[in-house]
């Protein structure tokens, strides 16, 4: 099985998150759906975020669709929950450091409080940035005192697509020896804001339905972009 899978100009895992963190400890990892490669078709800056080195993951499998329909074959699907979760547990494991960026300072305390219960092995730092869609330069740099401060070996990142997948690629050449997570939604799951999916849900490929249920209002947003995926999708 081939490490990557090149699919709709895209370099994508196709091996397992744990699997691949055994040779890959630092940089980013970013996941790719088809609401992200729509978005990117209009956002020169998430095209090129998605694009750079480091882990791109399937998030889903709905990307990988016609990946599948042309050769018979899966790109390893790799969800935004499930890396989340691998990486818990590979910290958990090391006694390391994470640091929990994004969201507001509500959902980032009950993110603490689950940490202190369930993951007592891990030390974490939270900070909930300004909620626009871009930092400043201040804003940036006392983000960047926070973390090197801290020292994490994982920043999880929660700022909803695009906006954390370009400020990873913006500002991860000001860190060393971390590893940088999008992960947006996650954080509102794990803080229990949102409830969590059934696991069934995933097990049956259908986690975009579930999504839709606990949120229609991203049927109508996501929609346009999810049809540009589609269009190119049939005809490449």
């Known amino acids: 099985m081939s490490k990557y899978i090149e699919y709709l100009g895209y370099q994508v895992l196709n091996i397992d998150y744990t699997q691949a963190r055994k040779s890959f400890s630092e940089g980013s990892v970013l996941t790719i759906s088809p609401n992200s490669y729509g978005i990117a078709t209009k956002n020169a800056d998430l095209s090129r975020a998605l694009k ?6 399937l998030d889903g499998v709905y990307f990988g669709l016609g990946y599948f329909l042309r050769n018979l074959k899966t790109i390893r699907k790799n969800q935004g929950p499930d890396i989340f979760y691998q990486e818990l547990e590979i910290q958990k494991y090391r006694k390391g450091k994470v640091f929990f960026l994004g969201a507001s300072n509500k959902t980032l305390g009950l993110i603490s409080k689950r940490m202190i219960k369930d993951y007592p092995e891990i030390e974490f730092e939270t900070f909930s940035p300004p909620f626009k869609d871009e930092l400043t330069d201040s804003e940036n740099k006392q983000i960047e005192e926070r973390i090197k401060a801290f020292a994490p070996d994982v920043v999880f990142i929660g700022m909803t697509c695009p906006k954390q997948e370009i400020w990873v690629n913006t500002n991860i050449g000001k860190y060393e020896g971390m590893l940088f997570m999008a992960i947006g939604g996650v954080f509102d799951w794990f803080a229990g804001t949102r409830k969590e999916l059934h696991p069934l ?6 986690g975009w339905v579930g999504r839709i249920i606990q949120r229609p209002e991203i049927l109508s947003r996501n929609l346009p972009y999810i049809w540009i995926y589609l269009q190119h999708m049939l005809r490449k």
Do not use: A, I
């Open 201 to 206: 849900w995933w097990k049956l490929r259908l």
């Open 52 to 57: 750079r080195d480091g882990l791109l993951v």
